[in-house]
């Protein structure tokens, strides 16, 4: 059964010292994260090697690279591969988050790139999608998404499409306080699971989680987690304060 993941995605924000503080203020408090759940911290690379071994001791938490390059060594001056994310321990990375397609111009066929190397190195992608303002407002989102997961994913075999988790996170819904409502979400979901029981088999499309990003925080975590094909979400500004982010762990089905 697909699981239910609660998602930090802390971007280029904080020290080390306020990160280390806010990772073990959110392990310290008494989570409980069942084998049905799973909690991940997308931290800035500079502290993935102390974020992966602070969470070892923690059933059920992970840490993710917010990206990584396409090829796995060589001369990409500036770049961090998946080789390097497994042997410090790390066994997430946020793939084509809308931040990485907007400002560093990645496609959707590099994305596929990375999607791939992520899954030979036993690392599972959190693949983002999701709609600008002006696709929504002319009601084209649901091809949008579709042209995006057919373009980066559909070309995985039933056994690798099983191992990747899809973020849906509408850009418009961003960082700008303004969230789908949870009806939006749901159709969103409902859409792509739909796309990939299409391509894949109900039995595959009902086994791989699909989370919601836009503006999540804990006043509404629960109502938007509690809808049927939203299993959780990817959470920025929200999980930079602790308190937040632990309510949203709870929020999980
Ligand atoms: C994100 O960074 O993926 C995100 C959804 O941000 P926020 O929660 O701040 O909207």
């Not at 391509?199 to 989680?209: D, F, M, V």
Request: charged residues 20%; aromatic residues 8%; hydrophobic residues 45%.
């Amino acid at each position: 059964m697909r699981k239910q993941i609660a998602a930090a995605n802390w971007k280029m924000n904080l020290t080390i010292n306020e990160a280390e503080t806010l990772l073990y203020t959110i392990l310290d408090a008494n989570l409980e994260v069942s084998e049905n759940q799973k909690v991940v911290f997308a931290v800035p690379a500079p502290y993935l090697t102390l974020a992966a071994k602070k969470v070892t001791d923690h059933s059920n938490v992970f840490i993710a690279a917010q990206n990584i390059y396409s090829k796995k060594s060589g001369a990409f001056t500036g770049e961090v591969s998946v080789t390097m994310l497994k042997s410090i321990g790390v066994d997430h990375a946020v793939i084509g988050h809308s931040e990485r397609r907007e400002y560093f111009n990645e496609s959707n066929e590099f994305l596929r790139e990375k999607v791939k190397l992520c899954l030979e190195e036993n690392i599972v992608p959190i693949f983002c999608c999701g709609e600008a303002l002006p696709v929504r407002e002319v009601n084209q989102q649901n091809q949008f998404v579709q042209t995006q997961l057919e373009e980066s994913l559909f070309d995985l075999s039933a056994d690798e499409i099983q191992q990747v988790v899809i973020a849906y996170e509408p850009i418009w819904a961003i960082g700008t306080g303004k969230t789908a409502t949870s009806e939006q979400a749901q159709e969103m979901h409902a859409h792509i699971r739909s796309q990939l029981a299409a391509k894949y088999g109900e039995a595959i499309a009902n086994n791989i989680s699909i989370l919601y990003g836009g503006s999540v925080k804990a006043s509404n975590a629960k109502e938007i987690f509690g809808k049927p094909d939203v299993d959780g979400g990817l959470v920025g500004g929200a999980s930079l304060v602790a308190d937040e982010f632990v309510a949203i762990i709870k929020a999980l089905k």
